[in-house]
């Protein structure tokens, strides 16, 4: 039970540390005026899910909920 554990909290750590750094690469979500006039309506917005921004939006919620299963089942702690 004690090597599980361990591979569970490395693999926690690792997810953090990837979160982390996947959270830092995204973009702002703040488009300032040009939202106004519907620019973000563009070329580049429409096809926003097949960039490169898509993708790490796909990976942080992966990223997430791996997070939080992990959490869950770190701090489950068995009746005795």
């Not at 992966?62 to 939080?68: N, Q, T």
């Not at 992990?70 to 009746?79: A, D, Q």
């Amino acid at each position: 039970m004690g090597t599980l554990r361990l591979i569970l909290t490395i693999l926690f750590i690792v997810d953090c540390l990837v979160l982390t750094v996947v959270v830092l690469m995204q973009e702002g979500k703040s488009q300032g005026l040009g939202a106004i006039a519907g620019a973000a309506e563009s070329y580049w917005g429409k096809n926003k899910g097949r960039s490169m921004e898509g993708a790490l939006v796909k990976i942080t919620r992966v990223l997430a909920v791996l997070f939080i299963l992990l959490t869950i089942v770190l701090n489950f702690k068995p009746i005795q």
